[in-house]
Nanobody, 117 residues
Framework: QVQLVESGGGLVQPGGSLRLSCAATASFSIYAIRWYRQAPGKQRELVAHITTSGSTDYGDSVRGRFTISRDNAKNTVYLQMDSLKPADTAVYYC????????????WGPGTQVTVSG
């Protein structure tokens, strides 16, 4: 069983930066990690994805501004968010999905990001 905990959210002005972390309680080297976000009244949106081999992909709305990375030694994935916009305001969730089973999936509780000022 893997537990995920997000951190690093908060209030930032437009144009600012935040770095989110997703820490796992166990080794997650076999898990692809995705960051999702959900704003009030909107559907959940895939923000960024990193595979077990380190390949990355991004949602169109964040490509070029956000960077996902992973440190398997620390069981942590990061989401560096730059040039933040009010439209980035949402709860951000970390998701881990095993390369070996779609049933082996975990979610974190989420962290609030608010871009305002």
């Amino acid at each position: 069983q893997v537990q995920l905990v997000e951190s690093g959210g908060g209030l930032v002005q437009p144009g600012g930066s935040l770095r989110l972390s997703c820490a796992a309680t166990a080794s997650f080297s076999i898990y692809a990690i995705r960051w999702y976000r959900q704003a009030p009244g909107k559907q959940r949106e895939l923000v960024a994805h990193i595979t077990t081999s380190g390949s990355t992909d991004y949602g169109d709305s964040v490509r070029g501004r956000f960077t996902i990375s992973r440190d398997n030694a620390k069981n942590t994935v990061y989401l560096q968010m730059d040039s933040l916009k009010p439209a980035d305001t949402a709860v951000y969730y970390c998701n881990a999905l095993s390369d070996y089973s779609n049933d082996d999936e975990y979610w974190g509780p989420g962290t609030q990001v608010t871009v305002s000022g």
